[in-house]
């Protein structure tokens, strides 16, 4: 009975997400809170120790650049790069998530960003610490290539024992395969 | 064909070892003989130093008679002849004396030149007595190194006669072997459908445990009775480890009572069992 | 030399003749596993443990004993003089453990049991166990279990091991990690180390006295030492990137690893006495899950640099590794069985991970798990069962399966559990 709780939990809570939010790509369903049973309706962000939510950013913008902070803002916003199995190249889709962090980091010298590689369940779990770290450096020679600096960036690879959606199957799998960008 | 060839090659060799034999055997005669000459040397030089040690003394020389005048016949002359008388007494006396004494020498040395002559004889005796002696020998060993060839000749000869009976009796036993195994091997083909039902009981009986060698080469010894009941099994030779000794020793067990041969003449009351993981193994 | 041939041959056969004695030979025999009733012991009420049941979970869990059910047995006798023999022969049961737990004059409890062949109607073993611990009864009935295992296999019993794994429970910040240990058999569970973050890869020392396991902090990985006589935790290695992968080799001197600090995951062997480190191994791929075989020359570990991760053997001290792997997509995180002979693996197939055994002489690979995402193999002292990780109905559970995947079972486990480590024998 646990067992299907653990696989359909998830999967309601994103379809619940994306009837709020029907704009938001399936990936980012990751920010979207994995509700458990018996726990408050209080989303929980399982890995990122600084998601970034839109609001509270903004608060501490200048007015003046509203518009362009919005945008900056709206690229950071999306903080992670999803990978396919077994893969680290960056897809071309995440482009301009590495575009606007590498902005970020070159207009912010002092800004750090620190580099979360995960991987699917699938394959051993020493393997996959392996693989989740090559994602993690993939994005970090991105990020370094538009203009961070190394020392602004730092790698740490959980494999899959974070996982952002403990399901079972794909739709699972895919959020899992992943880097979060996490500002410092 | 080539046993043959052997007792060949051992008679000759036996006979060159023979003839060798008997050439060193010669080396080892003259050895004996030379004992009696070196006696010899011991005693020889006794007979030509006798002489030397006792000379022959030259015979006495008389004395030379002296001319004396002869006497007058007057008193003078008898006085003359009186005393040409005593003369002649005295010369008389002289010569038997000289006469005796003479006699004395001549006799001692007779004595002297029969001792010798018993001494030079003696030697030749003892001359005589060691040739005989060594010519006695000598016979002797011929003598005996003629048996002793004889015997050899014997010895061979009988040798030979042993090995031809022998063969014969190898022969003989081995057509009756041959006999006996066509018995057998005619009795053992009309057993085998019975062993194979046998052996394929006890292998279905038989469960060998898990992690044991793959390897092993035993064998059980199955005394039964005509009912095919297992009255005994021993393990005469064992697989190596007590698990598989148990095993085996568990098939043969299980297997009771064994099927029984269709025609009872075929039953024997024992079956050595040999247990092999695989076919290859039992080789 | 042909006549005399044939007349020894003919010498022989007469010979044969004259004997009369038969010659068969019987090949093959199955291998099967060894059937043996565990009658229910005669125990005392206070002795709350049914150690006859215990005996027969650990005998049959094994994969080498097929033990009968005891609704299938027709007489129940408490010691060897109660028994039938022709009955227990009637149903196949060769051996037979009968057993009592009773109260001596002295008023202390001791465990009295006989293992019997039925077969040749032997006694093959008794014992008498003094039981100062009630508490501890259920290493009474390992014990029992590795007595019996030793008599009838020729090799030391494992029932009395532990092993090693994580649990974890919560999502999110919620989840909390927990090293554990409980009995081979699963039972008595008990944390050793817990943490906000991952823990992972739990290795025992040989001596038994220590694991290693992996370790976050502070968004960084260390490889940690606990010590099981003190509780004490002290890290071993934190450099930066991963530190990962700890296999102690088979003298406790030396641990091979995994470390990415030069650039990417590499093996490398530290040496715990002097703390020198040696890189084994310097490619651009992923290496990593080293493992030592049972003599200490070589290790097997997984790499990419095939493209796929397969498994590569490698010689203790360097040199070039060597692919053992080529059936399947992709095999990762082999260990050698106790006898060197074949390796333990996760085999991926058509997007199935199932435990394998790979025979390293003939190279064939055999499937003994049938789950979908199976992994962590570990062997069992003696190298009768593997136990490894996979999906169950409750979630991520621990299972073992005997080497002939015959037997599987899986563990009562609270909690998702994984990574589970068998600890050696203790000597």
């Known amino acids: 009975m646990s067992h299907l709780y653990i696989r359909f939990v998830p999967v309601l809570a994103a379809a619940l997400f994306l009837g709020a939010c029907a704009s938001t790509g399936e990936h980012e369903s990751t920010d979207t809170p994995t509700q458990v049973p018996g726990t408050t309706e209080q989303p929980s962000t399982p890995y990122s120790d600084n998601v970034v939510e839109g609001s509270t950013v903004l608060g501490g913008e200048a007015s003046s650049s509203f518009d362009a902070a919005v945008a900056s803002e709206r690229g950071l916003s999306t903080n992670v790069v999803y990978f396919a199995y077994d893969d680290s190249s960056i897809a071309p889709e995440y482009q301009s998530v590495i575009e606007q962090y590498a902005k970020y980091l070159s207009a912010n010298p002092s800004a750090k960003l620190r580099l979360e590689g995960h991987a699917d369940e699938r394959g051993t779990r020493e393997y996959n610490v392996g693989l989740g770290e090559r994602r993690a450096n993939a994005v970090q020679a991105a990020l370094t290539a538009q203009g961070a600096s190394d020392a602004q960036l730092s790698i740490i690879s959980y494999g899959e024992e974070r996982p952002a959606d403990v399901g079972h199957d794909e739709a699972a799998w895919s959020k899992n395969r992943r880097v979060q960008l996490i500002r410092q | 064909m080539n046993r043959e060839y052997r007792y060949l ?57 002296p001319e004396l005048p002869e006497p007058e016949p007057d008193r003078k002359e008898i006085e003359r002849q009186e005393q040409e008388r005593k003369q002649e007494e005295a010369k008389k006396k002289f010569q038997e004396e000289q006469r005796k004494k003479q006699q004395e020498l001549e006799l001692k040395a ?116 005509p009912g095919g009941e297992v009255v005994k099994a021993t393990i005469t030779r064992s697989c190596g480890s007590p698990n598989l000794d148990r095993s085996v020793e568990a098939a043969v067990l299980k297997s009771s009572p064994l099927p029984s041969p269709p ?12 247990f092999c993981p695989t076919a290859d193994a039992c080789r | 030399m042909r006549i005399p041939k044939m007349l020894a041959a003919a010498l022989m056969l007469a010979t044969f003749a004259a004997r009369a004695e038969l010659e068969i030979t019987v090949t093959g025999g199955d291998v099967a596993a060894l059937p043996i009733a565990i009658v229910p012991f005669g125990q005392v009420p206070e002795a709350g443990l049914d150690i006859a049941q215990v005996v027969h979970n650990d005998l049959e869990r094994s994969g080498r004993f097929r033990v009968l059910k005891r609704q ?226 070589k290790l097997v570990f997984t790499s990419d640099r095939g493209g796929r991760p397969q498994v590569y053997e490698i010689s203790a001290s360097g040199g070039d590794p060597r692919r053992v792997t080529f059936l399947g997509t992709q095999n990762q995180d082999a260990s050698y069985s106790p006898d060197g002979k074949s390796l333990a693996l996760v085999n991926t197939e058509g997007g199935r991970f199932r435990i394998g055994l790979l025979d390293l002489a003939s190279g064939e690979m055999r499937l003994i798990s049938d789950g979908r995402l199976d992994e962590s193999p570990s062997f069992a002292p003696g190298g009768a069962v593997v136990i490894f990780a996979t999906q169950g109905a409750r979630g991520a559970e621990l299972a073992t399966v005997s080497v002939d995947g015959r037997v599987r079972q899986s563990l009562r486990q609270a909690g998702d559990v994984r990574e589970p480590s068998w600890s050696p024998l203790l000597r």
């Open chain 2, 9 to 65: 090659g051992a008679s000759i060799f036996l006979h060159l070892a023979l003839f060798v034999a008997l050439f060193a055997s010669s080396f080892f005669t003259r050895k004996i003989e030379a004992t009696p000459i070196i006696e010899a040397v011991l005693v020889a030089p006794a007979a030509p130093a006798a002489p030397a040690q006792a000379p022959q003394p030259e015979p006495a020389k008389p004395e030379p008679e």
């Open chain 2, 110 to 225: 007779e004595a002297e030149r029969r001792a010798q002559e018993d001494l030079r004889k003696k030697a030749q005796e003892e001359k005589e007595r060691q040739d005989q002696l060594r010519k006695q020998q000598e016979d002797e060993e011929r003598d005996r190194q003629l048996e002793e060839e004889r015997k050899e000749l014997e010895r061979l000869k009988k040798q030979r006669e042993a090995e031809d009976r022998r063969r014969r009796e190898e022969m003989a036993a081995a057509a009756a072997a041959e006999d006996a195994a066509r018995a057998a091997a005619a009795r053992a083909a009309a057993q085998m459908p019975w062993l194979s039902q046998v052996a394929a009981k006890i292998q279905r009986n038989w469960q060998r445990p898990p992690a044991s060698a793959e390897r092993f080469n035993c064998v059980v010894r199955i005394e039964q009775l």
């Open chain 2, 263 to 274: 025609d009872p003449s075929l039953f024997d009351r024992v079956i050595n069992v040999q």
């Open chain 3, 72 to 297: 299938d047995m027709l007489q129940r006798p408490v010691q060897p003089q109660g028994v039938n023999y022709p009955t227990w022969r009637s149903q196949g049961m060769d051996n037979l453990v009968v057993g009592q737990v009773a109260r001596a004059e002295n008023g202390g409890l001791y465990a009295r049991f006989f293992l019997l062949d039925t077969v040749r109607g032997a006694q093959l073993l008794g014992q008498e166990i003094p039981i100062r611990d009630i508490s501890r009864l259920r290493e009474v009935a390992h014990y029992i279990s590795d007595q019996i295992y030793e008599k009838l296999l020729g090799v030391p019993g494992y029932f009395n091991t532990k092993i090693a794994y994580i649990a974890s429970s919560g999502l999110g910040y919620q989840r909390r990690f927990q090293l554990m240990m409980a009995d081979a058999d699963g039972e008595n569970p008990r944390e050793i180390a817990a943490s906000r973050e991952p823990l992972m890869s739990p290795a025992w020392s040989p001596d038994r006295k220590q694991l290693a396991f992996v370790g976050y902090e502070r968004g960084r990985s260390a490889i940690y030492i606990y010590t099981l006589a003190t509780g004490q935790v002290r890290k071993l290695i934190a450099e930066p990137g991963i530190n990962g992968s700890p296999a102690w080799s088979p003298d406790g001197k030396r641990m091979a690893i995994t470390l990415s600090f030069e650039n990417n995951p590499d093996i490398y062997i530290v040496d715990l006495v002097s703390g020198a480190r040696r890189r084994i191994t310097d490619h651009y791929g992923i290496d990593t899950e080293p493992n030592w075989s049972p003599d200490g020359s």
